[in-house]
C-alpha cells in the first residue's frame, strides 16, 4: 500500500523544538523527491522544506536556519528537525512527494506563546 504515515506533532511553547517524523511505504523512496509543507487556519498550504534524492535541501526564508529537512533512505522515512519555534509555526504538517501526488494525514504542531 503506498501511503505516508507523518508523526511528531504536539504543543510546544515559543522558542521551543520538534521533530516531525514521515515513514513511507508501497514505493521506492530512495528515489523520491520529499517535501514537508503546513497550513495554517484560513491560509493556503504552503511548502516548508524539500529534500532530493541526493540528500539537496531548500527552504524558505520564513523557517531557513531554524527549520531542516533530512531523511533516511535505509528506514525509508524523511525528518523535520523544528527548532526556535514561534506562534506563527502553528499550522496542520504534512509529508508530500511530489512524483506521486501523495500526501499524508498531517501533523497538528501549535506553538504557545
Known amino acids: 500500500q503506498v501511503q505516508l504515515v507523518e508523526s511528531g506533532g504536539g504543543l510546544v511553547q515559543a522558542g521551543g523544538s520538534l521533530r516531525l517524523s514521515c515513514a513511507a511505504s508501497?514505493?521506492?523512496?530512495?528515489?523520491?523527491?520529499m517535501a514537508w509543507y503546513r497550513q495554517a487556519p484560513g491560509k493556503q498550504r504552503e511548502l516548508v522544506a524539500s529534500?532530493?534524492?541526493?540528500?539537496?535541501?531548500n527552504y524558505p526564508d520564513s523557517v531557513k536556519g531554524r527549520f531542516t529537512i533530512s531523511r533516511d533512505n535505509a528506514k525509508n522515512t524523511v525528518y523535520l528537525q523544528m527548532n526556535s519555534l514561534n506562534p506563527e509555526d502553528t499550522a496542520v504538517y504534512y509529508c508530500?512527494?511530489?512524483?506521486?501526488?501523495?500526501w499524508g494525514q498531517g501533523t497538528q504542531v501549535t506553538v504557545s506563546s
Open positions: 529534500i532530493t534524492g541526493a540528500g539537496n535541501t
Open positions: 508530500y512527494v511530489p512524483g506521486r501526488t501523495l
Open positions: 508501497g514505493f521506492i523512496f530512495s528515489r523520491n523527491f
